[in-house]
């Protein structure tokens, strides 16, 4: 499995960034994919999960209502759509993915992380 991030940069606060992420190199199609960031000092948390089966999303409390996941399974590409952005979201983004099969519960993936991960890519929100 390869994931690819790529739409970081440098944002000011209350701006908008989207993250892409191509996953490829596999052929189940029983999975779980999503989104990780590790601000300096910090341990690595979990920012918002795709269930492949039935299209169920999950959230950290401190992105809901600001950021947006959705997934072209046409193109095997997740986004994360991040609005209203603040200075803490300031971190290394992940995508990362789970499979084959899932566990149900997003809080899992969030405290164990996942088999799969990517290149991070930086999210910079100034002041």
């Known amino acids: 499995v390869q994931l690819q991030a790529s739409g970081g940069g440098l944002v000011q606060a209350g701006g908008s960034l989207r993250l892409s992420c191509v996953a490829s190199?596999?052929?189940?199609?029983?999975?779980?994919i999503g989104w990780f960031r590790q601000a300096p000092g910090k341990e690595r948390e979990g920012v918002s999960l795709m269930w492949s089966t039935d299209g169920r999303i999950y959230y950290a409390d401190s992105v809901k209502s600001r950021f947006t996941i959705s997934y072209d399974n046409a193109k095997r590409t997740v986004y994360l759509q991040m609005n209203g952005l603040k200075p803490e979201d300031t971190a290394i983004y992940y995508c990362a993915l789970d499979g084959p099969g899932s566990m149900s519960d997003g809080d899992y993936y969030f405290r164990h992380g996942m088999d799969y991960w990517g290149k991070g890519s930086q999210v910079t929100v100034s002041s």
């Open positions: 190199g596999f052929v189940f199609d029983d999975y779980t």
